[in-house]
């Protein structure tokens, strides 16, 4: 009995021992940085994104409205204290996961797998995603459940697959002890404290400041796309076309829907009895499966995610089924599921399943206009890269 009792008593000792004591990773370098931030807060977006100005929050409403005019104010210093997060491994509980482990500069942010392997080799259970203007858009995640990065932005650190830091305390304790973090901290915030809300702070800084804006689509169309070839003329007419419909869903200068009123997709808009909008997502069912196995954001719906920078961010859909934008062309003209939650643009006005008709050469089109909203310029700016690097 005595034994039994001293043996758990030694247990939970233990066990509490390990619980506040953080771990640095010993092979972490120190984070080589400009002497001169670069310019953050000079945010670059797109025509037709950049709804509010350069002015963003910190929490939308359903409608896009911002909550409490909290501003996220984006400084050269947070958001490069925030770069340094970023790619910092001792984010996660065993040293061994950065965000940048499942989100790659080269890849848009996205890691070029199916699924994405986190902390302690667990594995995500969608599809890892680009980081395409997200400041600019009110649904983050494939299921919406984020409205702004500020709410974001510690959930990949706490989430037991993809970080496993679930105590945040512990966090802060760990930056406490790493030496190159007080400086940093001192020249983001004006003090060395390090505290959840200025972790959280730096890390949306820095994730508010990666934008897209320099593809050959965005440059061309000063021009009129006059440097445009036939076929990418073609594919751009036809992705704005009622024939693809594409822009009807991907639209706006993202190419992607948002929730809210205002937005072009306009779909599936649903009022409480109080006549407040409790449902006007920038998410649908596109007919993947007649069964889902993850159901978004209910009945198979997921939001519609943008097209910019697409060619480098395979596999594709929540659960990157798609290794090809040819497999992707191929769904919308003969992969449609007849789901009863589907699209009613993918139906013939009498609930019957009505696929994109679209040829071989159209096709061919389509895919050659989504390959110029590729932004090289995004995927090799320095201010962006990996600071531990030699
Ligand atoms: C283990 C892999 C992994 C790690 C580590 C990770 N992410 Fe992610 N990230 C994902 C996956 C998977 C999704 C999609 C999740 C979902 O929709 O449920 C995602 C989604 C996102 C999005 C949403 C983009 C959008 O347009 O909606 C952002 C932003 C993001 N992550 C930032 C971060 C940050 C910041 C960190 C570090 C604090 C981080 N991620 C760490 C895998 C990861
Ligand atoms: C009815 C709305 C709708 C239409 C029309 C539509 N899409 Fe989509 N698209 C979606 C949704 C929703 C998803 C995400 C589905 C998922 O992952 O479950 C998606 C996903 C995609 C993806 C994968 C994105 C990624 O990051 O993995 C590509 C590429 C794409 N669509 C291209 C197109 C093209 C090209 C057209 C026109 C031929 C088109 N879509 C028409 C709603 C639509």
Same mark, same amino acid.
């Given at each position: 009995?005595?034994?039994l009792?001293?043996?758990l008593?030694?247990?939970?000792?233990l066990?509490a021992?390990c619980?506040?004591?953080?771990v640095?990773?010993?092979?972490?370098?120190?984070?080589?940085?400009?002497?001169e931030?670069y310019?953050y807060h000079?945010?670059?977006?797109?025509?037709?994104?950049?709804?509010?100005?350069?002015?963003?929050?910190?929490?939308?409403?359903i409608?896009?409205a911002?909550?409490?005019?909290?501003?996220?104010?984006?400084?050269?210093?947070g958001?490069?204290l925030?770069?340094?997060?970023f790619?910092?491994?001792n984010l996660?509980l065993?040293n061994?996961?950065?965000?940048a482990s499942?989100?790659?500069?080269?890849?848009?942010?996205?890691?070029?797998?199916?699924?994405?392997?986190?902390?302690?080799?667990?594995i995500?259970?969608?599809?890892?995603?680009?980081?395409?203007?997200?400041?600019?858009q009110?649904?983050?995640?494939? *299921?919406? $459940?984020s409205? @702004?990065?500020?709410? &974001?932005? !510690?959930?990949?650190?706490? #989430?037991?697959?993809?970080? %496993?830091?679930?105590?945040?305390?512990?966090?802060?304790?760990k930056?406490?002890?790493?030496?190159?973090?007080?400086?940093?901290?001192?020249?983001?915030?004006?003090?060395?404290?390090v505290?959840?809300?200025?972790?959280?702070?730096?890390?949306?800084?820095?994730?508010?400041s990666?934008?897209?804006?320099?593809s050959r689509?965005?440059?061309?169309?000063?021009?009129?796309?006059?440097?445009?070839?036939?076929?990418?003329?073609?594919g751009?007419?036809?992705?704005?076309?009622?024939?693809?419909?594409?822009?009807?869903?991907?639209?706006?200068g993202?190419?992607?829907?948002?929730d809210?009123?205002?937005?072009?997709?306009?779909?599936?808009g649903?009022?409480?009895?109080?006549?407040?909008?409790? *449902?006007? $997502?920038g998410? @649908?069912?596109?007919? &993947?499966? !007649?069964?889902?196995r993850? #159901?978004?954001l209910?009945? %198979?719906r997921?939001?519609?995610?943008?097209?910019?920078?697409i060619?480098?961010?395979a596999?594709y859909?929540?659960?990157?089924?798609?290794k090809?934008l040819d497999?992707?062309l191929d769904?919308?003209?003969?992969?449609i599921?007849?789901?009863?939650?589907?699209?009613?643009?993918?139906t013939?006005?009498?609930?019957?399943?009505?696929?994109?008709n679209?040829?071989?050469?159209?096709?061919k089109?389509?895919?050659?206009?989504l390959?110029?909203?590729?932004?090289?310029?995004?995927?090799?700016d320095?201010k962006?890269s990996?600071?531990?690097?030699?």
């Amino acid at each position: 009995m005595n034994k039994l009792f001293f043996l758990l008593f030694g247990l939970i000792l233990l066990s509490a021992g390990c619980a506040d004591k953080a771990v640095i990773s010993p092979d972490q370098d120190t984070p080589v940085l400009p002497d001169e931030p670069y310019a953050y807060h000079e945010v670059k977006l797109p025509s037709g994104t950049n709804m509010g100005g350069n002015v963003f929050f910190d929490d939308l409403d359903i409608t896009g409205a911002p909550v409490n005019n909290t501003r996220l104010d984006i400084t050269p210093w947070g958001a490069t204290l925030g770069r340094v997060l970023f790619y910092d491994k001792n984010l996660s509980l065993n040293n061994t996961i950065s965000c940048a482990s499942c989100h790659h500069q080269d890849k848009a942010f996205s890691d070029g797998q199916q699924f994405s392997t986190g902390f302690q080799g667990r594995i995500t259970p969608r599809n890892s995603m680009a980081i395409i203007n997200p400041i600019t858009q009110n649904n983050l995640f494939w *299921d919406s $459940r984020s409205r @702004t990065i500020s709410d &974001l932005s !510690l959930k990949p650190v706490q #989430n037991h697959i993809e970080m %496993g830091m679930e105590n945040l305390d512990l966090l802060v304790t760990k930056l406490e002890e790493i030496p190159y973090y007080k400086p940093l901290f001192k020249k983001a915030f004006n003090s060395e404290y390090v505290t959840k809300e200025r972790i959280s702070s730096a890390l949306s800084q820095f994730i508010g400041s990666i934008t897209t804006s320099r593809s050959r689509f965005d440059q061309s169309s000063v021009s009129g796309f006059s440097n445009f070839s036939e076929l990418e003329k073609l594919g751009m007419n036809l992705f704005n076309s009622d024939k693809a419909k594409c822009a009807s869903c991907h639209g706006g200068g993202n190419m992607a829907a948002q929730d809210g009123p205002n937005d072009p997709y306009g779909g599936g808009g649903a009022f409480n009895s109080s006549g407040v909008i409790t *449902d006007l $997502r920038g998410a @649908t069912n596109i007919g &993947l499966d !007649l069964v889902y196995r993850d #159901n978004g954001l209910g009945d %198979g719906r997921f939001r519609i995610p943008s097209l910019r920078n697409i060619e480098l961010t395979a596999p594709y859909m929540h659960d990157g089924r798609f290794k090809t934008l040819d497999e992707v062309l191929d769904h919308y003209t003969s992969g449609i599921k007849p789901h009863k939650h589907l699209d009613v643009k993918f139906t013939d006005g009498h609930g019957n399943l009505k696929m994109l008709n679209l040829n071989d050469l159209e096709k061919k089109a389509i895919i050659a206009f989504l390959r110029t909203l590729t932004d090289k310029e995004m995927t090799t700016d320095p201010k962006y890269s990996n600071p531990f690097k030699p």
